[in-house]
Each structure stands twice: as structure tokens, then as C-alpha cells.
RNA sequence: GGGGAGUUGCCGGAGCGGUCAAACGGGGCGGACUGUAAAUCCGUUGGCUUACGCCUACAGUGGUUCGAACCCACUACUCCCCA
């Protein structure tokens, strides 16, 4: 299987150049993606490009990621309606340090195997004049080649800054600058950057003769229609102190069965027959959830390591699971955070207990309910849990040894939504 | 400029003097089922010291009335028709 083959099976592969496997034919050769450096960390919805660059070097290309400080200061003229802030360097070079850590943990997962390069092209477009950039590179493209992209297409009707119009360019004089001076010839995007892309090669062609190459992937979507890459949401970023490693396994643990069979393929590493079976075995019996879990898995440990998914895995069978809420706490402080980071929380002191008052008032107290009318409902309806165990009646009244690790209640409304009451000495 | 219709809870939409915290549908929230899913079914859906009690609410203000979401007046906004 070559790397074409690979990415097909995966459904990783939309478009490609004719010709593409005359690229790889030169050991050493480099391929290259882009990265927006508007934040410190990658999200879930950044991972099939990485998924595309660490195929590549499975296959022995050597991967060169783009955080691009200049690129991201114009703005693909894709989607977006805002204005693009420009970043200070110092911010970007936060950024790329970020996105480099989390590309060398899932790109280059395994130690043997190409280095991979992590580039700013600001670096190269620091100094290159408006002047020189209009001789060199703006001379070689008609307005109507530039025109004829969908990515300007798209925008003509609501209109388009010549800034966002250049952004092509400014993209396709990477791609040269990465031939020149690192060997690189390929660029891999997600298939919104086949024009970007395909401006690279022409550009490549037109300034050195040389062949260069493009490889998209489709965009992913979801079978039920929503985004891809959020949760409740919320963007499910790859760095821990934003998503917890415990989100990012429930992330992928919630995946849809109509979603699971694309995203087993496109980002587990396993090879095809352990992924089939183990899709086999999903289908045969869905309820066991056998390939949202072994991927949830494979992501975590890849991305976080094994202690870290040890501990979602314990929260998660605290949670959901059978196990009971104390073995919650063998965790520490801050793997308690983390597991409990975003669930919303309130403290309250010690003496609350001292006026021997219900859990409705607990709950409206807390925030866990937003009126006393709504937390007597809830618990009429059966719905609250305190610490895992079910609270059927108004009137109860917490006592202080319930606390877990003398100072939690952990507070379940419904199934699914929980809160965290922190009591201070 | 003239004429008409309307403005109700998260949304749509009934109500046209007391029995209206307001039908019905959607959505939300709980429960059962289940897989931390979907579908389905059940309950619930203004607040309060849970009370056949009180408070706040049917665009705003004022009025008629023992009593107003409902009648009247004015104000604001929305829509339609004619110039």
C-alpha cells in the first residue's frame, strides 16, 4: 500500500494533482500543511491535516508544518466575517511554541522517522517589501486566474479586501519559499485550500520549472449536520488546559454511530484489519460502543499519554459507570480540576450546614438549580443525585459527612448536567 | 397622507369581563427505556417560606368595573391595503 492507497481507504483523500506520486519518488522530500496561529493550541477540527501530515511521514516525506504569523495576519478569505486582528510576535511565537509541542506528540508519535519542522512564514515575510512582492510574485498570476477561485468566488457577491484577495498568494509563495529551501513538495490541506494550494504549484512552476504537488482531504462533517469538533459547543481543544484529557475522551467516547466508522478510519493509526473488526464488532453489537471507545483511547494516550487517560478512564466509570463516586478520591487536587474544569461550581462555607437547611436550598443556593420551585421539581422528578446516590425527598438534609474528601458535594441534575459545591473551611 | 389588522409565557398560537399563571403545538427540563445514543412513552415547564395561599405577568400609560389578557382612551412598535 503506498500512501495514496492508505489515504483513500481512510477517506482522507478528495483531490490530488495528476502525477502525485512523482513526489515521493526523492528520499527526503518534504510535505507541507498550514495552521492558523490565532490560538496557543489545535482543537479536535484541526486533526485531519494532521492526520494528512503524519500519514505523509509514515510514508517517509518529511512533515513541515506552517504556523503562519504572516498568513494569519491577511486572513483566508474563507468563512470568516470578522476583521482579523493582527497578532504582536510575541503572541505568535506563544502560539507556534504551543502547536509545535502538540504536532511533535501526534505527527511524530513515533521516534523513528523524519524530523518534523515547524516554520514561521513570517520569518520570510518580514522582510520582503510590498514592492518586491508585486515584481516577484503578484507578475506571475492574472486577476482572472485569481479570480476564478472559489474562495473569491464565493466572497464577490458580499465583497472582498484586496487583503483577503492576496491571501492566495501570500499561501502559494510559501509553498515556493518551502521548495527552495527545504525540498518540500507537497502541500496537504483540508479541500477548501485546493485553490491556495493549487496557486503554490503554478507558482512553483512559473518562478523554478520544478513539479510540485497538492493533496486534499474532504471537509468532515457530522451524519446529524452539526460541526464537526465542538462539544456543547465549545471548541474541544488538544492542549490539557483547555480540554481536559477527561473532555477529549468523552469527546471522542460521544461520538455518533453514524460519524464512527469515518472517524475511526481517518484518525485511528491502526492498520485496516484491526480497524474493520473492530467496526465488524460495533455494528454486530452498537450498544457496546467497541470503536468509539478504542479510539477515544488511541487519542488520549497519543495525545496525553497513558497516566492521563488512566484517570479519564477512572472519572469517566465514577461518572457513568458503576464504580462508586469515593474513588473519585484517589485523585489529585488537580486531576479532580480537571475532570471537574468546566463543570460549573460553587463554594460555599463550612457553617452552611450549621442551619441544618434542605437541598433545595442547597440547590438554588449553589446555582445547581436556578429557583427553589425548579430544584423541588427536580427532585420530585426523581432527577437529583448527590455523590452518586439519589435524593428523593425536598426535605433532605445534607449533613456534613457527606462530603467527598471533606470538601465536595458533587451535585447530578438529570442525567448529564453536573455541578460541583465546594465547601471552605 | 388615508384605511385596516395586530402586539399574549422561551417560540408559534388560542383566549374576547370572573372558574386565566392563561388551551394547544414546538422547544426546554426531569423520569422510564437505553449506550453518557436515537426513537418512543410519562411527568414538568413564572416566582415565593409548596401554599386549594401570596406576589409578578398577556406592548406601555391611564380609565370603566365589585372584578380586565379580554371593554375604553392615548402612546409606542409591527404588518397589510389605497394614494
Redesign the pocket.
Given at each position: 500500500m503506498n500512501l495514496l492507497e492508505e489515504l483513500k481507504w481512510r477517506g482522507l483523500y478528495q483531490d490530488s494533482t495528476p502525477g502525485i506520486e512523482n513526489c515521493w519518488s526523492v528520499p527526503g522530500v518534504g510535505a507541507y500543511a498550514g495552521f492558523d496561529p490565532t490560538a496557543p493550541s489545535l482543537h479536535v477540527g484541526n486533526l485531519v491535516v494532521v492526520m494528512l501530515l503524519t500519514h505523509c511521514r509514515r510514508y517517509g516525506l518529511r512533515p513541515i508544518a506552517i504556523v503562519g504569523g504572516a498568513t494569519g495576519m491577511v486572513g483566508d478569505p474563507s468563512g470568516k466575517s470578522q476583521e482579523r486582528k493582527l497578532l504582536d510576535l510575541d503572541t505568535l511565537r506563544a502560539n507556534q511554541a504551543g502547536v509545535h509541542a502538540q504536532l511533535e506528540k501526534l505527527v511524530a508519535y513515533d521516534p523513528d522517522g523524519p524530523e518534523l519542522l515547524v516554520l514561521n512564514n513570517y520569518d520570510w515575510f518580514a522582510q520582503f517589501t510590498f514592492l518586491d512582492f508585486l515584481r516577484d510574485v503578484g507578475k506571475h498570476f492574472s486577476i482572472n486566474y485569481m479570480m476564478a477561485k472559489d474562495s473569491v468566488q464565493n466572497r464577490l457577491e458580499s465583497g472582498i479586501s484586496f487583503t483577503e484577495f492576496s491571501y492566495q498568494l501570500l499561501q502559494g509563495y510559501d509553498f515556493y519559499h518551502l521548495y527552495q529551501h527545504y525540498g518540500c513538495r507537497l502541500q496537504v490541506g483540508g479541500s477548501d485550500q485546493w485553490g491556495n494550494i493549487t496557486t503554490g504549484i503554478e507558482l512553483v512552476r512559473k518562478l523554478t520549472g520544478g513539479e510540485v504537488h497538492g493533496l486534499t482531504a474532504p471537509l468532515l462533517t457530522r451524519a446529524d449536520g452539526s460541526k464537526f469538533g465542538k462539544s456543547e459547543g465549545e471548541n474541544v481543544w488538544l492542549d490539557p488546559e483547555r480540554t481536559s484529557p477527561y473532555k477529549f475522551y468523552?469527546f471522542w467516547?460521544?461520538a455518533?454511530?453514524e460519524d464512527i466508522s469515518r472517524l475511526l478510519k481517518i484518525f485511528s493509526l491502526k492498520g485496516r484489519e484491526e480497524i474493520e473488526s473492530a467496526l465488524e464488532r460495533h455494528a454486530a453489537e452498537?450498544?457496546?460502543?467497541i470503536a468509539?471507545k478504542m479510539l477515544a483511547v488511541e487519542l488520549t494516550e497519543r495525545l496525553h499519554g497513558k497516566p492521563a487517560l488512566e484517570t479519564a478512564l477512572a472519572a469517566?466509570d465514577a461518572?457513568?459507570?458503576d464504580a462508586p463516586f469515593s474513588t473519585l478520591e484517589r485523585l489529585s487536587p488537580k486531576e479532580f480540576g480537571q475532570i471537574f474544569e468546566g463543570v460549573p461550581s460553587a463554594t460555599l462555607n463550612r457553617s452552611w450546614f450549621e442551619a441544618q437547611k434542605n437541598v433545595?436550598d442547597l440547590l438554588?443556593e449553589s446555582g445547581a438549580a436556578?429557583?427553589?420551585?425548579?430544584a423541588?421539581?427536580?427532585v420530585q422528578?426523581?432527577?437529583l443525585k448527590i455523590n452518586k446516590i439519589k435524593i428523593s425527598s425536598p426535605d433532605h438534609v445534607p449533613v456534613f459527612d457527606e462530603l467527598l474528601a471533606g470538601r465536595y458535594l458533587f451535585i447530578?441534575?438529570?442525567?448529564?448536567?453536573h455541578h460541583i459545591v465546594v465547601f471552605e473551611p
Open positions: 468523552q467516547l460521544n455518533a454511530d452498537p450498544h457496546l460502543r468509539q469517566t461518572l457513568f459507570g433545595v438554588a436556578p429557583s427553589k420551585s425548579e423541588r421539581r427536580l422528578g426523581g432527577g447530578q441534575s438529570g442525567k448529564k448536567k
